[in-house]
């Protein structure tokens, strides 16, 4: 499988929508309650019966699987942009990358290569599954990072794409995929209403997440903030949407930033945004 998702890497189509970290779409509606529920459950097992949970984690829980249900295209298309990183000693570089969104029958797939400077190829490979959470498969410099079983899940994941402080569980918005999920709170950020929501690692890794925060933005359901906190519950990243853009009646990010408060780096992505 590994070897025909490279050989199917090409990919033609229209201009991509990166929607908060892999989304900022609006689709169908959300499935209901329970079967959101059995899609979140912890190992897929049978999902907490509703009269354990209270109503800020039923809320929180439907929004996050109204999100994953919306990620998933009607199309294939390609984007590019430009992915720029400063390092916490100021050192800048910055590189060209390609985003491909294919669609299969089963599945979909979102695929983020930097396509200048060899010395610094990554290609990342995220395979998405209404059914369970992500697949992941890196590739960096000729060499194939996978599991014991060929594709990375879970914590695995938390590992960094392009040298970027964009990690692999980040453009896979992995989070939503774990079992508790609580709506926090509704506010006005940057003169927008939004749901925050609270996503909490059942088994966080000593170098990855324990919880992710996410501001959702009400009128387009992307994510307009978030906040990624260590093992040991301390601030380790900051997200932030920087520009949007109305392009064919939908709007569009043209440029995020996720920031490193631990190590003072910073990473922001550029998208060509193009009319059809």
């Given amino acids: 499988m590994n070897v025909r998702l490279r050989k199917h890497d090409p990919c033609n189509g229209s201009a991509v929508l990166l929607r908060g970290f892999d989304i900022w779409r609006r689709g169908s509606a959300a499935l209901p309650l329970l079967a959101a529920m059995n899609l979140l459950a912890a190992g897929g097992g049978v999902a907490a019966a509703t009269n354990n949970l209270s109503d800020a984690e039923i809320q929180g829980r439907r929004l996050a699987q109204q999100l994953l ?26 590189s060209p990358v390609k985003f491909q969104t294919i669609t299969t029958t089963s599945n ?59 990690w692999a569980v980040d453009l896979g918005l992995e989070f939503f995929h774990w079992p508790e999920q609580k709506l926090l709170k509704r506010v006005v950020r940057s003169s ?60 569009q990010v043209e440029e995020i930033e996720i920031c490193n408060d631990q190590t003072g780096s910073r990473t922001r992505l550029e998208f060509d945004l193009k009319k059809k």
Wanted: glycine share 10%.
């Fill in 69 to 94: 249900e919306q990620q998933r295209p009607a199309e294939s298309f390609t984007n590019t942009g430009v992915l720029k990183v400063k390092d916490g000693r100021s050192r800048r570089s910055e």
């Fill in 108 to 166: 979909w797939l979102t695929v983020y290569e930097i396509t200048g400077d060899q010395t610094n190829f990554a290609r990342l490979t995220v395979i998405h599954d209404s059914n369970r959470p992500n697949q992941y498969d890196l590739q960096k410099n000729g060499m194939v990072k996978t599991s014991g079983e060929g594709f990375l899940t879970g914590n695995e994941a938390m590992i960094p794409f392009g040298g970027s402080d964009f």
């Fill in 192 to 251: 927008r209403g939004c749901s925050v929501v609270e996503s909490t690692n059942p088994d966080p890794a000593t170098n990855g997440y324990s919880r992710v925060v996410s501001w959702i933005d009400s009128e387009s359901d992307g994510i307009i903030h978030a906040e990624a906190y260590d093992a040991k519950g301390k601030l380790l990243k900051e997200y932030d949407t920087k520009k949007l853009k109305k392009v064919n009646g939908q709007w």
